[in-house]
């Protein structure tokens, strides 16, 4: 199962918006038409569906680029360009996408959960738009936005039901094989598991769970000992785990040691990992004579006060012991060679996936996590008499195909005028003669009409 990749880049290019068109009626017998001009059509947009059909992030290592096609320009007589299709990329169940600072953007934790990572650009509007009493014969229109590009780091996370952790060669694998139909590599020496497997077990006819098989942990897993470090991470979705402990451990870790670490690594790398319910397993009891087997807690009714008694009678007994000697209770013992405890272990587990299935809240199904709209724009002093003036709404107000005519340089005005591009320049300093730059446009800044001197070849820092 060489194909299993947890981690991979993921580049997106949602599509450009189309142009829209500048173009006047003619008519034989209209002596001056008025604008016909069409929109451009919105680019497609890209999205990430979580799939069952995929169990690796493979698929990106070598072609990381996904990518919608663009809106198509608008045209005369009012012709609205088509819009771009958008794309869905296959993600597995379990994918975190993040941006290149960490943030965490979606968690397609979910069958179907769906997540947009690049918003097609909007279409330009065509200069039949921009039709006004003052302003009877525009010959501007507005450019495509782009669409949105970003490269995400995606990390997956299985989701199982259970997941199994140990130490190495305890009998994780040999386990999984036995109460699933996963065949994992089986070997009589440590790390034998190198990546992790999935495994779905038929507890009965109508109650099925799946159970990770994760490579064997060691003292330090959590601070990157070992294999266990990189495959934690698949822990973290389990709703119930299993610690198994070898009985008559060959590495000579007791098993209450055994036992010591493990909790240790977990509530080192995610405390609340102690707070989903657990059982702890004894493994290989057939190398154990009966007599040495540990006592086993007897929760098998699942009866609360029962318990209650257990845990107090131990806390008694701990108290007057020797506390240098601990005692390793198991909850279970088990050997996947013999079969003791197996169905057991299974009705148990089946239990506690049920138990914690039924606490969760309802998946939607939905959009996972929306990025909020860059809508509105700052302002930034990027040098003596330089502005920067970044966002959605500002670079909207420039985006015209034609900005050298007085019309489209009134219309420019009027419109960063009214959304407050002006007053914000002001509070930021700004004096006429300065320079002022949105999107790729800049500007000799004068408060009562702005003069566009150009965009300049360098692009700029966007945000
Ligand atoms: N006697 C006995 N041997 C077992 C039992 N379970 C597993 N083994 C043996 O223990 C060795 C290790 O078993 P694995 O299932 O590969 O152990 P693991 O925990 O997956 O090991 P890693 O993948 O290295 O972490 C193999 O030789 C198994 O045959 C058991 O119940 N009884
Ligand atoms: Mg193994």
Redesign the pocket.
């Known amino acids: 199962m060489s194909g299993f990749v947890d981690e991979a880049q993921l580049h997106v290019k949602a599509g450009d918006g189309g142009a829209g068109a500048v173009a006047m009626r003619r008519e034989a017998h209209v002596d001056k038409g008025g604008p016909d001009g069409g929109d451009g059509g919105r680019g497609g947009s890209v999205w990430l569906v979580a799939t069952t059909n995929q169990s690796s992030l493979l698929p990106f290592r070598d072609h990381p680029h996904r990518g919608a096609e663009n809106g198509v320009h608008g045209g005369g007589k009012k012709m609205h360009g088509a819009r771009g299709k958008d794309i869905e990329v296959p993600v597995p169940v379990g994918t975190r996408v993040r941006q290149s600072d960490g943030t965490i953007m979606a968690d397609l934790a979910n069958a179907g959960d769906r997540w947009m990572a690049g918003e097609g650009g909007r279409g330009g509007r065509g200069n039949a738009s921009f039709l006004a009493n003052n302003r009877r014969a525009p010959t501007f229109a507005e450019q495509g936005e782009k669409g949105h590009e970003e490269w995400y780091d995606l990390e997956l996370a299985l989701v199982a039901d259970v997941a ?1 952790v ?13 109460i699933s139909a996963a065949k ?11 990546e992790p497997h999935l495994g779905v077990v038929r507890a009965d006819d109508d109650h099925n769970f799946t159970v990770a ?5 060691v003292e330090g897993a959590a601070e990157g000992k070992g ?1 266990g470090h990189q495959f934690l991470r698949h822990i973290t979705r389990a709703r119930a785990l299993v610690i ?1 402990v ?1 009985l008559d451990p060959v590495t000579g870790v007791s098993p209450a040691e055994q036992q010591r670490v493990l909790i240790d690594e977990l509530r080192r790398y995610q405390p609340d990992l102690l707070d989903r319910p657990r059982l702890v397993v004894g ?5 154990v004579p009966d007599e040495f087997l540990p006592r086993t807690v007897n929760v098998e009714t699942f009866d609360r006060a029962e318990l209650a008694a257990e845990a107090a009678a131990d806390a008694a007994a701990a108290a007057e012991a020797d506390s240098d000697e601990e005692e390793f209770r198991p909850d279970l013992v ?5 079969g ?1 405890g197996i169905t057991s272990l299974v009705g148990r587990l089946a239990t506690m996936v049920d138990g914690a299935r039924t606490a969760e809240p309802e998946a939607d199904g939905t959009i996972v996590i929306h990025r909020p709209l860059p809508e509105g724009f700052t302002v930034e002093k990027i040098g003596d008499g330089e502005f920067a003036v970044l966002g959605k709404a500002a670079e909207r107000a420039v985006a015209l195909n034609d900005l050298t005519t007085d019309e489209a340089a009134d219309y420019v005005q009027s419109r960063l005028k009214r959304i407050g591009v002006d007053r914000a320049l002001a509070k930021a300093g700004a004096r006429d003669g300065d320079t002022v730059h949105i999107a790729e446009m800049s500007f000799i800044w004068y408060r009562d009409q702005p003069e566009f001197i150009g965009q300049p070849t360098s692009r700029r820092r966007r945000r």
């Open positions: 199994l140990g130490y190495p060669n305890v009998g994780k694998s040999t386990l999984i094989s036995r994992p590599k089986i070997a009589d020496y440590p790390f034998t598991t190198l098989d994760i490579p064997g942990l294999l198994l070898e493994s290989k009891s057939d190398m088990i050997s996947a060679i013999t003791q």
